[in-house]
């Protein structure tokens, strides 16, 4: 089963607890606090590889959760780093988070951090200070980030086929290759892409594409080929091949041309603006050879582009289609080029990040943003140590300031996050006269 486009989901670690901890020996009075920080959560990571052809085990395997780092332990121990996975795909899979590109694996070892893993919280030891001998507080681990990707495989190939169906792409394909595609004398034999690899005895070898027959209308949805019409974006070069056995006259010819050609424009402008050359095979099977020689160099002047006559059957013709092919690539780098990665539709402009938004209503504050939403993951409200801190971090980003503004009192009901607290700023605790505090 060929799948090229498919849902992932990603998981990345989350960090280890960092540890309460005190040095507790005989004859060490105070040893102080020694709680070591939580290990790092699995990073997970995107790599291309020649050896996957298919993303068809995603099928099976959709989803990728990477391990929690170790918590941190007493004595100073650090918790241990989660494994990183590395998932595989195919040499030419794109990879997006919603619309948003994410990397375009088109080489083949690239690796790519899709989902990054937790840091580890904090042990007690690391919150001692010059004032605070004895901290009691400790970091929980860093959640991992989680993200649904969509993979979509873009074969890798130098020149592709294209046609109307039953033209012969796939005995061609089979003749100037080793590959071995299905054949047959009906509509849509090629049911999905093939490859191969065209090995010339003087020059650059070149991979060739067969892509399922286009009919008219493939734009808006009929036949199989436009499905797979992605797979031709990154190709250097397309052989426009015509089963002229089937072809009555010349605007008959025209038409079957035009036909491809208008499929190409209208799956992408790009598409359509890569050079191209006419083939015409069967010509084993014609009783008209004059007539076609006309028809070729009439097209050829038409289009401004090379026409061939041939047959994939016996062989005819194919050493001068070889012959033009070795010199065009001969001085190219047949290497994929930084105009086929996909770019993002519009431009990206800078934004500061919004760190925060505050809705009020009927004395409830409710803070929303990722970064709140950090710092409520990784607090233990079960120490006190933990609440002062996070208002502490909360006045450092400039929550209270924003909640001051919105006439915010002792009392009020805070929601960061989903968790709830009561109002008590530790101001008060110093400052009797609430009104200075707003001041």
């Given at each position: 089963?060929?799948?090229?486009?498919?849902?992932?989901?990603?998981?990345?670690?989350?960090?280890?607890?960092?540890?309460?901890?005190?040095?507790?020996?005989?004859?060490?009075?105070?040893?102080?606090?020694?709680?070591?920080?939580?290990?790092?959560?699995?990073d997970?990571?995107?790599?291309?590889?020649?050896?996957?052809?298919?993303?068809?085990?995603?099928?099976?395997?959709?989803?990728?959760?990477?391990?929690?780092?170790?918590?941190?332990k007493?004595?100073n121990?650090?918790?241990?780093?989660?494994?990183?996975?590395?998932?595989?795909v195919?040499?030419?899979?794109?990879?997006?988070?919603?619309?948003?590109l994410?990397?375009?694996?088109?080489?083949?070892?690239?690796?790519?951090?899709?989902a990054?893993?937790?840091?580890?919280?904090?042990?007690n030891?690391?919150?001692?200070?010059?004032?605070?001998?004895?901290?009691?507080?400790?970091?929980?681990?860093?959640?991992?980030?989680?993200?649904?990707?969509?993979?979509?495989?873009?074969?890798?190939?130098?020149?592709?086929?294209?046609?109307l169906?039953?033209?012969?792409?796939?005995s061609?394909?089979?003749?100037?290759?080793?590959?071995?595609?299905?054949?047959a004398?009906?509509?849509?034999?090629?049911?999905?892409?093939?490859?191969?690899?065209?090995?010339?005895?003087?020059?650059?070898?070149?991979?060739?594409?067969?892509?399922?027959?286009?009919i008219?209308?493939?734009?808006?949805?009929?036949?199989?080929?436009?499905?797979?019409?992605?797979?031709?974006?990154?190709?250097?070069?397309?052989?426009?091949?015509?089963?002229?056995?089937?072809?009555?006259?010349?605007?008959?010819?025209?038409h079957?041309?035009?036909?491809?050609?208008?499929?190409?424009?209208?799956?992408?402008?790009?598409?359509?603006?890569?050079?191209q050359?006419?083939?015409?095979?069967k010509?084993d099977?014609?009783?008209?050879?004059?007539q076609?020689?006309?028809?070729?160099?009439?097209?050829?002047?038409?289009?401004?582009?090379?026409?061939?006559?041939?047959?994939g059957?016996?062989?005819?013709?194919?050493?001068?289609?070889?012959?033009?092919?070795?010199?065009?690539?001969?001085?190219?780098?047949?290497?994929?080029?930084?105009?086929?990665?996909?770019?993002?539709?519009?431009?990206?402009?800078?934004?500061?990040?919004?760190?925060?938004?505050?809705?009020?209503?009927?004395?409830?504050?409710?803070?929303?943003?990722?970064?709140?939403?950090?710092?409520?993951?990784?607090?233990?409200?079960?120490?006190?140590?933990?609440?002062?801190?996070?208002y502490k971090?909360?006045?450092?980003?400039?929550?209270?300031?924003?909640?001051?503004?919105?006439?915010?009192?002792?009392?009020?009901?805070?929601?960061?996050?989903?968790?709830?607290?009561?109002?008590?700023?530790?101001?008060?605790?110093?400052?009797?006269?609430?009104?200075?505090?707003?001041?």
């Amino acid at each position: 089963m060929f799948v090229d486009e498919i849902k992932i989901f990603v998981e990345a670690g989350r960090g280890g607890n960092g540890c309460l901890s005190f040095r507790r020996e005989k004859y060490v009075p105070k040893g102080g606090p020694n709680g070591g920080n939580g290990g790092r959560g699995g990073d997970i990571f995107i790599i291309a590889t020649e050896d996957a052809h298919t993303l068809v085990d995603f099928f099976y395997h959709p989803r990728f959760i990477a391990s929690h780092g170790e918590h941190g332990k007493g004595k100073n121990q650090f918790g241990r780093d989660a494994d990183p996975i590395h998932i595989k795909v195919p040499v030419g899979t794109v990879v997006w988070e919603g619309e948003k590109l994410l990397a375009d694996m088109s080489k083949n070892g690239m690796i790519v951090l899709v989902a990054k893993g937790g840091r580890g919280g904090k042990g007690n030891a690391s919150f001692t200070t010059s004032t605070q001998q004895a901290p009691r507080l400790i970091e929980k681990g860093e959640v991992g980030e989680s993200k649904e990707l969509r993979l979509e495989l873009k074969l890798i190939a130098d020149v592709g086929m294209v046609g109307l169906p039953n033209s012969g792409k796939s005995s061609l394909l089979s003749r100037l290759t080793n590959a071995t595609p299905k054949i047959a004398n009906y509509p849509f034999t090629t049911l999905e892409p093939q490859l191969g690899v065209v090995k010339m005895i003087a020059g650059p070898s070149f991979v060739l594409a067969d892509i399922p027959g286009l009919i008219e209308g493939a734009s808006s949805g009929k036949g199989l080929g436009i499905k797979f019409l992605k797979h031709l974006e990154r190709t250097r070069l397309l052989i426009h091949l015509i089963d002229i056995f089937s072809i009555s006259n010349y605007q008959n010819l025209l038409h079957s041309i035009q036909i491809i050609n208008n499929e190409l424009k209208s799956y992408s402008l790009k598409l359509g603006a890569i050079p191209q050359i006419v083939v015409f095979n069967k010509i084993d099977i014609c009783n008209n050879r004059n007539q076609i020689y006309i028809w070729k160099d009439r097209i050829s002047k038409k289009y401004a582009i090379p026409v061939f006559i041939i047959s994939g059957a016996t062989g005819e013709g194919i050493d001068k289609l070889l012959k033009h092919l070795l010199e065009r690539f001969e001085n190219l780098n047949l290497m994929i080029d930084e105009n086929t990665v996909p770019q993002p539709t519009e431009s990206v402009v800078f934004k500061p990040a919004k760190r925060f938004e505050i809705i009020h209503q009927n004395n409830v504050f409710e803070i929303y943003g990722s970064e709140i939403k950090k710092w409520v993951l990784m607090s233990d409200f079960s120490n006190r140590a933990a609440n002062e801190r996070f208002y502490k971090i909360l006045k450092r980003m400039g929550v209270l300031k924003a909640m001051y503004k919105l006439g915010i009192k002792k009392g009020a009901t805070v929601i960061c996050e989903g968790k709830e607290f009561i109002f008590d700023p530790m101001e008060d605790r110093r400052k009797p006269n609430i009104n200075e505090t707003v001041q």
